[in-house]
C-alpha cells in the first residue's frame, strides 16, 4: 500500500514512544513534560462533572459549535485581558483538542509542501512532528539568555523571503530550555515581525507557571498587524486529561481555522468544554496556579541544590524561574543518548536534548523535569544521575 | 497573509453553518445527523463519570497513551467480534476524536495533493471536507438500491490507475440515503477490490443502528488482504458530546496513524474514554441500542405514513430499515435549496441534497432526518413541509 509523502517526515518517534511506553514503576523519570497529579483538584473536577450532567447534560452530551463552548470561550478572553492585557473577543478564540491541535491547524492553515518555518531552537518536539506533518522545511533559529536571536531571524526572513510561512516561539519558560524572552527582546521581535507578512505563532502552555508575582506581556501585547497566533492550554496549569486548550486569532484567520477545525473533528467534546467553564466560574483556577507554582518552586530548588551537589562543574545549567523543566549542558562531544542507556540501567530517564532540534541536532544537553518527581526522589534521582555523569565524564 | 493551498478547497460551509448556527426554538428541524438527546443515559453517565473520577482520577487527568485507553480498545474489539466477527485485536484499533478524526487521518496517511479519492456518491459531506483539506480529486462513483456500483468503479480503479489512493464507503443505512448495501454487493466489491492495492475506508457509524435483529457483517468481515480501515464511533449509538469514536487497521498500516495521531493532538481525552469503558463494562450499551432504535423506528414509521399522506407522488422516497434518514427525490429540474427556502418560511428545515456530492452536484433531492424530532412534531413538519412542495410544484 502506498502512503502519502509526509509520513517519511514522520522518523522521530520519541514523542509517540513517550506516551506509548509507560514509566516501570520503578524508574524515577525526569522525562515528563506534565504538570503533578497529586495536584490535580479531582474532587472539584468532579463536582464539576456531575453538575454539568445534572444541570444541561443534554446539550453537554451533544455536538458543540466547532468554534467551542460560548461560555468557557468568553471566560478565556476575560481571564486572558485581566492576565495579559490583551483584546481578543470571545469571537476571535477557538477550542482545540490540545495546544497539540492548534499546532497541526496552523501547519495546515498556513504550510504548503516544501514551505518553510523559522523554528527558534532548541524548541518543542510536538510542534517539530506537527509541522513536519505537513511536510515543512524546519529552519532553526538560535536562541541566547534573551530569547531568540533577531540578528540570525532577520537574516532567515530576508534569505528565504518568501517561502517563509510562519515562525513558531515560547516566550514563556520556554520547553526545553526554561528561559523566558525579556521584554526587550519580545518588543524588538515583534518590531522586526511587523516588517514582514508572517504570522508569529506564539505557543503560551506555560506562561502562568511563574514563580514570580508578575507575568510578561505576551507577543500578542505587542503586536499591531494581527499577525501573531496565539495558543494557550489548560493542560499545564490544571490538568491534561480533558485535553482543553484554545487558539486566538483575529477575525480574518479565525475563519479558516473554523474550517479546518470542522474538517478535523467537527468539534471538541461538549462534556469536557462546558466542565472546565464550570470549574472556572465556580472555583479559583489563579489559587489553584499558585499552589501547583509553589510546589514546583520547591521541587525546583531541591533539583537546583542537588545539581549542584552531585553534578560535575563542567556540566552547565540555568535555574529557572518558572515553568517545568531545567536544560543541562554536558561538555562538548559528549552524548546524552548514551548517558541515557548508562542512566536507565541505574532506574533514572530524562530527555535527551537532540529531539528538540527541528534540524543540525546537538547531542550533549538534556532536559530534566521538576513539576512531576517527589522532593525524596529529585533528590535521590539526581544523586544517582550524578554519579553516572561523573563516570561518563571520567572515560576519554 | 498567505494561506496554504487546501484553504481554498474548503469553500462548501454547509457543515461549519450547520454546526456554528443553532436552530430557534420554533423551527422544525429535520436536518440535524444526531441520535436524539432525551435518549441519552445522563444518569448513567453522571455515575461512571463520578466512579472513574473516584478510582483513577490522576490516570482519567493525566495524559493517554496516543492509541488510547487501553481497556476501551480491548472492549471495542470483543464487541466487534461478537457483533460482526471481526478479527481485529486491540493493538490494531486507535481511538480518535469522532470518527471525523480518523477520516482526516486517513487523508493524512494516504492522499498527497493531486491524488484521487473514490467516493461512493452521495455521501457524507464530513468525508468529503476531510479529503478535500488533503487536496484530493474526488471521484463520484454512484450507487444503486444494492450498494456501489461496481462497473463505473472498475472503471475508474483502471482509467486513473496509480493516482487512486482510497475508496470511501459506508455500506450501512448510508448517510444520506438511509440505504444498506446488499451482502452480495458487499462480497463482490470486495472481490474487486482485492485486485488493487487500493484501501477502503469503511464508514460503519451507523451499523448498529438496525431496525432488524440481524445485522449484516462489515466489508471488514470480507477483507482477505488486509486493505479494509473499518471506523466505528459511539456518537450514533449513544452520544456524540464525548467524542468517542475507533479505527481499526492492521498493524502495519495502524503504526502510521498512531505516529499521526500523535502530531495532530496527542491522544483524545482520557477522561471521556475511562468513562465510556466504565460504561460498557457496568451496564448495557446493547439495550440502550435496542431502546433507541425502537424510538427510531417508531418515528420513521410515523415519517413515512406522514410523507405518504402529505407528499405528492412526483416525490419519491424508500422507507429505511435503520440508520437516521430518509432520502426524498423531486421531479427533475426542480431545486431542493429553492425549497428549503421557502420550508423556513414555513419554520421547517431539512438538509439539502447537492452538499452530498463530492463532484457532479444533483440539485433535485434532499435528506430528512427522523432521530431527532418527537412524533409530534414529525407529523407536524412533514404536513408542512408537504404543502410547501405541492405549492413548489404547482408552478412551472
Known amino acids: 500500500m502506498q502512503f502519502a509523502s509526509r509520513i517519511?517526515?514522520?522518523?522521530?518517534?520519541?514523542?509517540?514512544?513517550?506516551?506509548?511506553?509507560?514509566?516501570?514503576?520503578?524508574?524515577?523519570?525526569?522525562?515528563?513534560g506534565t504538570p503533578a497529579p497529586d495536584t490535580y483538584p479531582i474532587d472539584h473536577i468532579a463536582e464539576a462533572f456531575d453538575r454539568v450532567l445534572k444541570q444541561e447534560g443534554r446539550q453537554a452530551l451533544s455536538y458543540c459549535p466547532t468554534s467551542g463552548y460560548k461560555k468557557l470561550r468568553e471566560i478565556i478572553a476575560g481571564r486572558m485581558a485581566e492576565k495579559f492585557k490583551t483584546t481578543y473577543t470571545s469571537?476571535?478564540?477557538?477550542?482545540?483538542?490540545?495546544?497539540?491541535?492548534?499546532?497541526?491547524?496552523?501547519?495546515?492553515?498556513?504550510?504548503?509542501?516544501?514551505?518553510?518555518?523559522?523554528?527558534?531552537?532548541?524548541?518543542?518536539?510536538?510542534?517539530v512532528n506537527a509541522l513536519r506533518a505537513h511536510e515543512a522545511e524546519l529552519v532553526a533559529i538560535p536562541t541566547d539568555r534573551e530569547g531568540i536571536e533577531t540578528e540570525p531571524l532577520k537574516h532567515a526572513l530576508?534569505?528565504?523571503?518568501?517561502?517563509?510561512?510562519?515562525?513558531?516561539?515560547?516566550?514563556?519558560?520556554?520547553?526545553?530550555?526554561?528561559?523566558?524572552?525579556?521584554?526587550?527582546?519580545?518588543?524588538?521581535?515583534?518590531?522586526?515581525?511587523?516588517?514582514?507578512?508572517?504570522?508569529?505563532?506564539?505557543?503560551?502552555?506555560y506562561s502562568e507557571l511563574s514563580f514570580d508575582k508578575e507575568l510578561r506581556k505576551p507577543l500578542a501585547w505587542y503586536d499591531k498587524k494581527g499577525q501573531v497566533i496565539y495558543i494557550g492550554t489548560f493542560s499545564k496549569t490544571f490538568c491534561p486529561g480533558l485535553r482543553v486548550a484554545w487558539l486566538c486569532a483575529r477575525k480574518e484567520?479565525?475563519?479558516?481555522?473554523?474550517?479546518?477545525?470542522?474538517?478535523?473533528?467537527?468539534?471538541?467534546?461538549?462534556?469536557?468544554?462546558?466542565?472546565?467553564?464550570?470549574?472556572?466560574?465556580?472555583?479559583?483556577l489563579d489559587d489553584h496556579i499558585s499552589e501547583i507554582c509553589a510546589v514546583y518552586k520547591r521541587r525546583c530548588d531541591v533539583m537546583i541544590a542537588a545539581l549542584r551537589e552531585h553534578f560535575p562543574t563542567q556540566v552547565t545549567y540555568e535555574a529557572p524561574r518558572g515553568g517545568l523543566f531545567i536544560w543541562a549542558t554536558l561538555p562538548e562531544g559528549k552524548d546524552a543518548r548514551e548517558l541515557l542507556l548508562r542512566a536507565a540501567e541505574h532506574k533514572v530517564a530524562f530527555m535527551p536534548g537532540s529531539s528538540f532540534y527541528p534540524s543540525a541536532a546537538k547531542n550533549n544537553e538534556f532536559r530534566l523535569n521538576f513539576s512531576n518527581v517527589s522532593e525524596e526522589n529529585v533528590k535521590k534521582g539526581?544523586?544517582?544521575?550524578?554519579?553516572?555523569?561523573?563516570?561518563?565524564l571520567q572515560e576519554s
Open 8 to 32: 517519511s517526515r514522520l522518523e522521530d518517534k520519541s514523542m509517540l514512544d513517550a506516551f506509548e511506553i509507560m514509566e516501570t514503576e520503578d524508574m524515577i523519570s525526569f522525562s515528563a
Open 91 to 127: 469571537d476571535e478564540i477557538i477550542i482545540t483538542g490540545g495546544s497539540q491541535q492548534g499546532l497541526d491547524m496552523s501547519g495546515m492553515l498556513f504550510v504548503n509542501k516544501g514551505d518553510v518555518v523559522l523554528f527558534e531552537t532548541p524548541s518543542y518536539l510536538g510542534a
Open 158 to 205: 530576508d534569505r528565504y523571503g518568501e517561502r517563509v510561512k510562519m515562525v513558531y516561539v515560547i516566550p514563556d519558560f520556554q520547553n526545553p530550555t526554561g528561559r523566558s524572552w525579556s521584554d526587550a527582546r519580545r518588543r524588538h521581535f515583534m518590531e522586526l515581525m511587523s516588517h514582514y507578512d508572517v504570522p508569529v505563532i506564539e505557543d503560551a502552555a
Open 253 to 284: 484567520i479565525m475563519e479558516k481555522y473554523l474550517v479546518l477545525k470542522n474538517a478535523s473533528d467537527l468539534s471538541s467534546p461538549s462534556i469536557s468544554q462546558r466542565q472546565m467553564a464550570y470549574y472556572l466560574e465556580h472555583y479559583s
Open 382 to 392: 539526581i544523586a544517582i544521575l550524578g554519579g553516572v555523569i561523573n563516570t561518563y
